[in-house]
């Protein structure tokens, strides 16, 4: 997987981390079709990376993502190529299955605002860590819109189906302190500290069973929406996947020499 330096979607791979970065400050890292294809296919080469064992998701300046670019879309509703539905299915139905469903953890750093889609984008992942300063806003019915890029499924997971209907009907924003209380957020830290403390925790993933890690996803989605018999089943087939893998052997015979077992990966 090369890496890139420059463009709406910025890569940087080290240490098993694959850093995603929305790079286009000047407008608040909102989401143009040029950003959304760079970002698909971002995430379609990490997620297939071998070397890539965590994600983060963060953004350039001071916002995260505020979803949508309105300005394109505006004028794409004046010459009649407008139309969302198309944006829906061919960029952030994709982007966000593979958020939440790629063989590895996610975590989303929110440096700044998170709103719309970009909301959305950090509820799919498995850790939101924001700074104080950072904030979420359901702005989908503030411009006459329905929720978008998985929110009506990731939300309610997350907060419980009132409490997600009462966030998506009547918007506003959501601070950090409020994210913690509900829910939305995993840890909330500092500004300054907010990279660090997502390079502790990306380097904790990047240095574990990452094809557990990737069953464990895959668990937790399935019984989602399968009754306990279909998810039983599930978990025995995952049981038997990373059962069969070297970090397990390798964990088992660290366990047996008490010894702080080494993970690769695989």
Avoid at 23 to 45: G, H, I, Q, V, Y
Avoid at 174 to 187: F, K, M, Q, V
Wanted: with cysteine.
């Amino acid at each position: 997987m090369s890496e890139s330096t420059q463009g709406p979607v910025v890569l940087e791979l080290e240490g098993g981390v694959a850093t995603v970065r929305l790079n286009r400050p000047e407008a608040m890292n909102s989401l143009d079709n040029a950003t959304k294809d760079a970002l698909l296919a971002t995430l379609r080469s990490v997620a297939q990376d071998p070397e890539a064992r965590v994600v983060v998701l963060t953004g350039t300046g001071r916002a995260f993502c505020v979803g949508q670019d309105l300005k394109e879309h505006v004028a794409g509703l004046r010459d009649g190529s407008g139309e969302l539905g198309v944006t829906v299915r061919e960029h952030y139905n994709p982007i966000v299955t593979l958020l939440a469903t790629m063989d590895k953890p996610v975590v989303a750093a929110l440096n700044g605002v998170a709103a719309g889609a970009g909301a959305s984008l950090a509820f799919a992942a498995d850790f939101r860590l924001l700074a104080d300063t950072a904030s979420f806003n359901l702005a989908f019915t503030g411009i006459a819109l329905s929720c978008d890029t998985g929110s009506s499924w990731t939300l309610p997971r997350l907060v419980g189906v009132a409490k997600a209907k009462e966030l998506l009907l009547l918007g506003g924003t959501i601070c950090a302190d409020e994210a913690d209380r509900l829910g939305l957020a995993t840890r909330v830290v500092p500004a300054e500290e907010l990279p660090a403390a997502t390079a502790e925790l990306a380097g904790r993933l990047a240095a574990g069973p990452t094809i557990a890690y990737g069953s464990v996803r895959r668990a937790v989605g399935f019984a989602a929406s399968h009754d306990l018999a279909e998810s039983l089943e599930n978990e025995g087939e995952l049981m038997a996947r990373t059962g069969a893998t070297q970090d397990h052997r390798d964990a088992v015979e660290a366990f047996l020499a008490k010894e702080k077992p080494t993970f690769h990966g695989r």
